[in-house]
RNA sequence: CGGGGUGUGGCGCAGUUGGCUAGCGCGUGCGGUUUGGGACCGCAAGGUCGAAGGUUCGAGUCCUUUCACCCCGACCA
């Protein structure tokens, strides 16, 4: 893409009312613009990160057997009556509006019920499990008090996958197959090594249930890291009998501050009870399904991942989640040098890398304080200088000194 | 929801004890000089001071109400 076809623009300074320095560097940058407290607009670079890190996820829960689907943000009232939840002392972050004709509904904060009904259309024998179906989506969460950027916002994206299996067995067994694929999601993400499996309360659902936090200075949720076993305790469950059931040593335990940035819970026939989703099992009887929700929220990812790879000079992305690989900058408007960025422009792009390409007639400074600022990975420098010598400037957004190299060792380094 | 704080051109800010046509920087447009780390000169457009009500000869400055936003706490992914 052309700096001229982006509609967005850089600033030098971040708006006043942000503090979280997610919010403030992805603002800056112009990957997004805040709506209102805890709502934010992905804008063109921002959505590209965002789709980046949905991929990612989109990839490991395929792998797993997920079947991506789309449920509706509207939901019903009668499926969440049906499982006591629609009340607001059990859930207390409804947002709720109403049909023309009266009728009310629920702007979805998750989905066990809408989906729990929809799959009574799917599942009525044991040969219809498992089954894996999940989303990316917009939740709404009427939070009292929205915070830190994108950590923490009454609407954000959600994937949200749901297995329903025909017994506990079966649940477990994919229970931990999923837990594995969070691994290789984080991994992937590059904060693989700060994040940990972290054993916690499970809330409604059932005793515990697993979360995944990063280690992370802006993170709401303390957690006790057990190193040597790469797991941790949210301070929730971060009691003796916990600790004794799970042979820790408490000394073994360092205390961080993290932010959740995925959970897993067994939710057993609690909704399949409710909403009567039952399968005739291989010796004909009546089953309840038993299932389970897992969640990462790749909006919060993104928000975390700001945070995380960051420096003085503005974002740092990861190549794999990067809006663009490679930020072209030619210096100058003569007609050699610009000759020369169209025709590698063109080059790298046919070779499938993605290329901001800064078209725009303005100082050297102003090209490179927006590369950096914008956190893509490479930078190359095309001027007077690089085509008296033959060569092309090279760097990485991280690189102290830049490379000068030939055109062959320029293509070299995207192969 | 409890506590604290902030609202002045698109963004960041200044506006003394109420007093003249509300300023500055950035950004934007035009002209020019520039071109290896957000350059410089000139000109220009753009705000009625979050909103409503009140006090006053006079309100961005005082009072009341209200809305929005930020932070701490509680709660939550």
Redesign the pocket.
């Known amino acids: 893409m052309k700096s001229s076809q982006l509609f967005t623009?850089?600033?030098?300074?971040?708006?006043?009312?942000?503090?979280?320095k997610n919010?403030q560097l992805l603002i800056?940058?112009g990957f997004v613009h805040?709506e209102?407290?805890?709502?934010y607009t992905f804008l063109p670079l921002g959505k590209r990160v965002l789709e980046n890190v949905i991929q990612i996820i989109r990839e490991e829960m395929n792998a797993i057997g997920g079947n991506e689907i789309s449920l509706t943000a509207l939901q019903q009232k009668d499926v969440w009556e049906a499982s006591g939840r629609w009340s607001d002392d059990v859930m207390?972050?409804w947002f709720r509006t109403t049909l023309a004709n009266g009728t009310e509904l629920g702007l979805a904060p998750?989905h066990e019920e809408p989906l729990t009904a929809l799959m009574k259309n799917f599942i009525d024998s044991y040969k219809d499990l498992p089954s894996y179906p999940y989303q990316f989506q917009i939740?709404f969460?009427n939070?009292?008090?929205?915070?830190?950027?994108?950590?923490?916002?009454?609407?954000?994206t959600?994937k949200d996958l749901y297995s329903f299996s025909k017994d506990r067995a079966e649940h477990e067994a994919f229970y931990e197959k999923c837990a594995a694929a969070y691994k290789v999601i984080f991994d992937r993400l590059g904060i693989g090594d700060i994040t940990y499996r972290t054993f916690a309360s499970g809330?409604?659902f059932s005793k515990f249930s697993d979360?995944f936090q990063t280690v992370s200075p802006v993170g709401?949720?303390t957690i006790f890291i057990h190193e040597g076993k790469g797991i941790a305790l949210n301070q929730?469950v971060y009691t003796d009998e916990v600790m004794k059931d799970l042979g820790i040593d408490k000394n073994d335990l360092v205390e961080k501050t993290a932010?959740?940035?995925?959970?897993i819970f067994t939710l057993g026939t609690k909704f399949s009870d409710a909403l009567d989703l039952n399968y005739a099992a291989e010796d004909g009887t009546k089953q309840p399904v038993f299932m389970g929700s897992y969640?990462i929220?790749p909006?919060?990812l993104v928000g975390l991942l700001a945070e995380h790879f960051a420096d003085d000079?503005?974002l740092v992305w990861p190549e794999n989640i990067a809006p663009f690989k490679v930020y072209l900058a030619p210096?100058?408007?003569s007609v050699e040098v610009t000759t020369e960025a169209e025709k590698l422009y063109e080059q790298l792009t046919k070779k499938g890398i993605e290329v901001l390409y800064d078209d725009r007639?303005?100082?050297?400074?102003?090209?490179?304080?927006?590369?950096?600022?914008m956190g893509i990975p490479y930078?190359i420098?095309?001027?007077?200088?690089?085509l008296a010598s033959s060569v092309y400037?090279y760097?990485g957004r991280t690189d102290t000194d830049?490379q000068m190299l030939s055109h062959t060792e320029l293509i070299a380094k995207f192969v």
């Open positions: 623009r850089t600033r030098k300074q971040a708006p006043a009312d942000e503090t979280a919010a800056r940058a805040k209102m407290a805890g709502v207390d972050v998750t939740k969460r939070e009292l008090r929205s915070k830190s950027g994108l950590m923490r916002g009454r609407e954000f959600m809330g409604s979360e709401e949720d929730e932010v959740e940035v995925g959970n969640g929220g909006s919060r000079r503005g210096l100058g408007d007639n303005v100082r050297p400074g102003e090209k490179f304080a927006d590369a950096d600022l930078r420098v095309i001027s007077e200088k690089t400037e760097k830049a």
